[in-house]
């Protein structure tokens, strides 16, 4: 009871102490804020990406087979289904057409994809959320709505106006946002593809365990394509997105480096109006550990605060605010994403990860240094 | 009460600027009474009352403190018999600045583990017993001169300690506060408590408070005795 009593009296000092020195602990705490910002948006960035990645290739094919001409991928014929149709194992196989195209006008790239559900619609499309905004066709601030043109080159020369008939759901905004749905007819058009070939075919197999066996079988058939497995797939994605926030994170480092610095700094030179303070505590009676244990408290009510306050504000920047400060470097592939919101994922893993990276470094580098100062002969204060 | 024997103190020891503070003082304090250490200044009073007062330990000699040897007990012990038995009043009050007045005088009771509320009412009413209640929750920093002096010696009574120590109390008072200051001691010392005041102030050594003047020069004690 005695030990809860002084602990509180200890604490309810330490408290008030911190409100004394305002302007230095507001600065520090601001600083401290901003270094958890920064490294907890990474985190919660790159973890909901790697979710969300994964979350979307849930649904995409078991297995894409791709047919490569001098080590490059090229168009496929679609005479080889019949072949793989036959593999056992093999449940269905179906052709897909999808490819890149460039817009002059507004400078992106898209990604085009043919549907089935508009192969008796030619000229119309469904866009995604970001090619609304985009190619608003000279239109500034003003998304592109139902019923609008969109003009498109072709690889003849020629142009082709496609109307949008649809916009594509918000649901996955990291895929859907440069999307652009087209009949098949209107796609053929766009490329000069000729029927018969498409860009790649997917199966669907009875038993995910026969993969590797299919897979080979369908090579040594075909020996100039390429099957390319979901699971390859998903480890390719979290290798890209390790190594991105790998990137960051170093620069992190840097930042993180410089804040140990001033925190050591702030910590070990100890004012000498602190200094006076711990010489008179000791005077009058404070054992040393009662002030380290001062110190912890000053330490640990610092650090948590601008945890929390780094933690609420990466949540901010991260989920609702688009992750502004990351969008160039993590998704430096498209400039398509100017709304893109992700779903929020945080695990207890990455807080912990966070708390020791910074509030346990930080109390004790506020600790050992009072550990000096608190051996001072009382009787230094005799003198002041 | 507290017994000196054959105490010396020297600072940085072995180095060039070796310097010997107090030299073969022996000197023992009786329970209550007020003692005052006279001396010019430099003659070692300071140090030597931070030596009475377990703040710093002697080069050489030994103290027993109610029967007790201290010299040679561990910094932690010495610290609760700080805390405990003494009171300290400093030259230049050394209150803490930007906590109130009130919560200066609880800071020295906190490492006790005592109820705050208990602490907070006992503090109150030492600061009322002192005039100054009405200033309980002011800032030090705002307080007069007298003012502080009053907090600083509310904040050396709050553990209730036996003996009172202060350091040339009056040199930052002017005549009449510094006699205000010697009626204080006198009530202290009728409620029984030890006093010990170093100065080289009349106004404290020729009060009729002091029961006992102990004079130093260049760190010896050269007389001792009781005021007739
Ligand atoms: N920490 C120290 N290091 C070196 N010399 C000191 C130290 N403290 C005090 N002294 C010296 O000891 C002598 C006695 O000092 P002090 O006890 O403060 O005298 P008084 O209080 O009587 O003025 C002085 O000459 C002072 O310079
Ligand atoms: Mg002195």
Not at chain 2, 7 to 36: C, H, M, W, Y
Request: charged fraction near 20%; proline fraction near 4%; charge should be positive.
């Amino acid at each position: 009871m005695r030990a809860l009593e002084k602990q509180r009296n200890i604490l309810d000092f330490t408290l008030s102490s911190l409100g004394r020195r305002k302007g230095k602990n507001i600065a520090l705490v601001l600083v401290y804020t901003f270094v958890i910002f920064l490294l907890a948006s990474v985190l919660f960035f790159s973890h909901s990406l790697k979710k969300e990645a994964a979350l979307i290739l849930q649904d995409a094919p078991a297995m894409t087979v791709q047919k490569l001409v001098a080590g490059r991928q090229d168009l496929i014929p679609t005479h080889y289904i019949d072949s793989i149709r036959q593999i056992k194992g093999v449940q269905s196989v179906a052709p897909r057409l999808w490819g890149y195209y460039y817009d002059a006008l507004s400078g992106a790239n898209y990604t085009l994809m043919v549907n089935a559900d508009l192969n008796d619609r030619a000229g119309e499309i469904v866009i995604g959320n970001g090619v609304s905004w985009r190619s608003a066709a000279g239109k500034r601030n003003q998304p592109l709505r139902k019923n609008e043109i969109i003009p498109f080159k072709t690889y003849d020369g020629s142009a082709l106006s496609l109307k949008v008939s649809g916009l594509l759901p918000f649901a996955s905004e990291l895929v859907t946002a440069d999307l652009i749905l087209v009949s098949e007819t209107d796609f053929r058009k766009i490329f000069s593809i000729a029927t018969g070939q498409a860009t790649d075919l997917v199966l669907q197999v009875r038993n995910a365990k026969e993969l590797p066996v299919i897979a080979t079988k369908i090579t040594q058939i075909h020996p100039d394509t390429r099957p390319i497995l979901r699971e390859e797939i998903l480890r390719t994605y979290d290798a890209v997105f390790d190594w991105r926030s790998g990137v960051i994170i170093m620069v992190l480092a840097g930042v993180f480096l410089a804040f140990i610095i001033l925190a050591w700094d702030k910590a070990t030179g100890l004012s000498a109006e602190e200094k006076r303070e711990i010489g008179i505590l000791k005077a009058t009676g404070w054992e040393t550990t009662d002030i380290l244990l001062m110190k912890f408290w000053e330490g640990a009510a610092v650090s948590l605060m601008a945890f929390f306050m780094g933690i609420f504000l990466a949540y901010l920047h991260i989920f609702l605010a688009s992750s502004i400060l990351f969008a160039p470097v993590l998704k430096g592939w498209s400039v398509l994403y100017p709304h893109f919101r992700l779903t929020p994922y945080i695990s207890g893993y990455q807080i912990a990860t966070l708390f020791f990276l910074t509030v346990i470094p930080y109390t004790v580098a506020t600790i050992v240094p009072s550990w000096r100062s608190a051996t001072i002969d009382p009787d230094s204060v005799m003198r002041m | 009460m507290i017994h000196l024997q054959n105490i010396r103190k020297v600072f940085n020891a072995g180095r060039p600027n070796e310097f010997v503070a107090i030299e073969g003082v022996t000197l023992a304090i009786d329970s209550q009474g007020a003692t005052a250490l006279k001396g010019p200044s430099g003659s070692g009073k300071t140090t030597l009352l931070s030596i009475l007062g377990c703040m710093a330990r002697p080069t050489a000699g030994r103290i027993t403190l109610q029967e007790r040897e201290i010299t040679s007990l561990p910094e932690r012990f010495l610290t609760e018999i700080r805390r405990e038995t003494f009171g300290f009043i400093f030259q230049q009050f050394n209150l803490i600045k930007g906590i109130t007045a009130l919560e200066n005088v609880m800071l020295p009771a906190y490492p006790n583990g005592e109820n705050y509320v208990s602490l907070k009412k006992r503090a109150m009413e030492l600061l009322d017993l002192l005039n100054i209640g009405g200033k309980a929750t002011s800032k030090v920093e705002w307080l007069s001169g007298g003012e502080a002096q009053r907090t600083a010696i509310a904040r050396a009574l709050i553990n209730n300690p036996a003996i009172i120590i202060a350091d040339e109390p009056t040199a930052h008072l002017d005549t009449r506060l510094s006699a205000e200051f010697m009626e204080i001691m006198r009530q202290l010392k009728q409620e029984g408590k030890t006093i010990l005041i170093a100065s080289h102030d009349p106004i404290v050594y020729e009060s009729d408070v002091i029961d006992r003047i102990v004079e130093m020069r260049d760190g010896r004690i050269v007389s001792s005795g009781d005021v007739p």
